[in-house]
Nanobody, 123 residues
Framework: QVQLVESGGGLVQAGGSLRLSCVAS????????LGWFRQAPGKERRFVAG????????YDIDSVKGRFTVSRDNARNTVSLQMNNLEPEDTAVYYC????????????????WGRGTQVSVSS
């Protein structure tokens, strides 16, 4: 059974940094595209950043450009999201997801999901 487990969330002040990690097991990690989504209080889950199976291509939403960096370590079955200069608007539960669709940004394009890790940013 495929499992994705996020970690690294926490409470930080605006301007601070967090590094989220997602460890996968039970599947072919290196063949997956990976994405990070977030769900803010009272909002729907939205795409944040993604990375191709090779790690050569990354993409993210405008609001996190220059602040968030997604990376993967296939040897450790891990995808990470380095979040710098955090803003209160970044507060959300962050989920990692895995799938086979290239450049996927939609929920329906991912096959496997973690349970999420909470990121809270205070002003």
């Amino acid at each position: 059974q495929v499992q994705l487990v996020e970690s690294g969330g926490g409470l930080v002040q605006a301007g601070g940094s967090l590094r989220l990690s997602c460890v996968a097991s039970g599947g072919s990690f290196s063949s997956w595209s990976l994405g990070w989504f977030r769900q803010a209080p009272g909002k729907e889950r939205r795409f944040v950043a993604g990375i191709s199976w090779s790690g050569r291509h990354t993409y993210d939403i405008d609001s996190v450009k220059g602040r968030f960096t997604v990376s993967r370590d296939n040897a450790r079955n891990t995808v990470s999201l380095q979040m710098n200069n955090l803003e209160p608007e970044d507060t959300a539960v962050y989920y990692c997801a895995a799938g086979t669709v290239r450049g996927a940004t939609n929920i329906g394009e991912y096959d496997y999901w973690g349970r999420g890790t909470q990121v809270s940013v205070s002003s």
